[in-house]
């Protein structure tokens, strides 16, 4: 599996949790952006947010565009 298809099945399991928490316990915004340690949100914004940046450079790399 290359490296991009990696990162996209890592996006779709982190989503498909981040809505299997949601739905069994909802989320507040303290939740979504102050998650402490050991919390299951701990880092997950900038976690998927560092992977789907990744995705975009990539992106950008194989059409030969910049952002």
Same mark, same amino acid.
């Given at each position: 599996?290359? &490296?991009? !298809?990696?990162?996209?099945?890592? #996006?779709?399991?982190? !989503? /498909?949790?981040?809505?299997?928490?949601? @739905?069994?316990? =909802?989320?507040?915004p303290?939740?979504?952006? #102050?998650?402490? &340690?050991? @919390?299951?949100? @701990?880092?997950? /914004?900038?976690?998927? /947010? %560092?992977?789907?940046? %990744? #995705?975009? %450079?990539?992106? @950008?790399?194989?059409? =030969?565009?910049? /952002?």
């Open positions: 599996m290359s &490296d991009k !298809q990696e990162k996209i099945k890592k #996006l779709l399991e982190m !989503q /498909r949790k981040f809505i299997e928490y949601e @739905h069994a316990h =909802g989320v507040t303290e939740e979504y952006y #102050l998650a402490e &340690d050991g @919390h299951p949100l @701990h880092n997950y /914004r900038q976690e998927f /947010r %560092d992977v789907a940046m %990744d #995705l975009v %450079d990539m992106a @950008h790399a194989e059409k =030969g565009s910049h /952002r």
